[in-house]
């Protein structure tokens, strides 16, 4: 399967060399020099690393045939791709790649359901689950462990514990339910007690009347 590990920006400087924002644990390998990368779109494609080196925390790329800032500059915003094995993860036990991701069901601290994880947005500062809530809407999700503490990918699921605000619409509809369906639980149960109550002591009266006939 294909996984993209970085997004081409702006050029750097008037030789071809290009920032690229990470999206991969292991970026001295994805993009060792020599190595061919795939586009997204592919006409852009496929690129062969020629240079790698980082200045002030920004990775820096130069590519065969990209010689000057204008092929650079049609460079911009292209995602690199390589394939790789369905079953392969990332080394850090805490990362995860997008697809393993996205399909996730979100379930609140208390157990309620507030949507499924549609994409993961990797922004300069910080990345984001986008979850679609169960009536079509959008939250974002900082991925953070403060906000999502457990990741259960075998297990289909994402915890997430929301600040004030974030789904409260959905909590407070799913407390809303919950008190909703125990309400009626409750009415049903004293209704069938009270039924039953009713059958034995007519059973019983009618017992001890014929009884005394």
Do not use: C, K
């Amino acid at each position: 399967m294909q996984l993209v590990v970085g997004r081409i920006g702006r050029p750097h400087g008037v030789r071809g060399e290009l920032t690229v924002e990470v999206r991969t644990d292991s970026p001295e390998r994805r993009f060792a020099p020599g190595s061919e990368l795939a586009t997204d779109p592919a006409t852009a494609g496929p690129l062969v690393v020629t240079g790698l080196h980082w200045h002030s925390g920004r990775l820096l790329l130069t590519f065969a045939g990209v010689g000057d800032r204008t092929a650079a500059e049609a460079l911009r915003n292209v995602m690199l791709v390589v394939d790789v094995d369905a079953d392969e993860r990332p080394e850090a036990p805490d990362e995860y790649y997008d697809h393993q991701l996205v399909g996730l069901a979100v379930i609140g601290a208390g157990g309620e359901p507030l949507g499924t994880v549609a994409d993961v947005l990797h922004l300069p500062s910080q990345e984001l689950l986008a979850v679609t809530t169960p009536d079509g809407g959008e939250v974002l999700v900082p991925f953070v462990v403060e906000l999502v503490p457990e990741v259960d990918v075998a297990g289909g699921r994402v915890l997430v514990t929301p600040p004030p605000g974030l789904f409260e619409d959905i909590i407070e509809e799913t407390a809303e339910d919950t008190a909703e369906d125990t309400a009626e639980d409750t009415v049903e149960h004293t209704a069938e007690h009270t039924a039953e109550h009713t059958a034995e002591h007519t059973a019983e009266h009618t017992a001890e009347d014929s009884t005394r006939s």
